[in-house]
């Protein structure tokens, strides 16, 4: 069983900049997705970006340029660089492993952290 863990959340004024961590625990799969969602208030949850054991990574339009997944395999631990945060970055971001599909990861199934509440204002 995998625990995640997240943390680096917080208030920013927008153009700012924050870094997410999220700690992973337990056994993973063979084979792994590991990525970032959030959800913001009357929103369904979104993902945002997602990286796999081959160091693969893949980002939703919406932050593409502006975010960065990464790993420290030796650490056990996601990160989740965000820069020229925007009002509508306000959310409560979540880690989440999963196996992928396809060649993909879709997050069907996934295993998700608490969440950590990143806040931007205007």
């Keep these: 069983?995998?625990?995640?863990?997240?943390?680096?959340g917080g208030s920013v004024q927008a153009g700012g900049s924050l870094r997410l961590s999220c700690a992973v625990s337990g056994n993973t799969y063979a084979r792994f997705c590991m990525g970032w969602l959030r959800q913001a208030p009357?929103?369904?949850r979104e993902k945002l970006a997602s990286i796999d054991n081959?160091?693969?990574t893949g980002y939703a339009d919406s932050v593409q340029g502006r975010f960065t997944i990464s790993?420290?395999?030796p650490k056990n631990t996601l990160y989740l660089d965000m820069n020229y945060?925007?009002?509508?970055?306000?959310?409560?971001?979540?880690?989440?492993?999963?196996q992928p599909f396809g060649g993909t990861?879709?997050?069907?199934?996934?295993?998700?952290?608490?969440g950590t509440q990143v806040t931007v204002s205007s």
């Design 1 to 8: 069983q995998v625990q995640l863990a997240e943390s680096g």
């Design 42 to 44: 009357g929103k369904e």
């Design 54 to 56: 081959d160091g693969t």
């Design 71 to 73: 790993q420290d395999k």
């Design 85 to 98: 945060l925007k009002f509508d970055d306000t959310a409560i971001y979540y880690c989440a492993v999963d």
């Design 105 to 114: 990861c879709p997050f069907y199934s996934p295993t998700w952290g608490q």
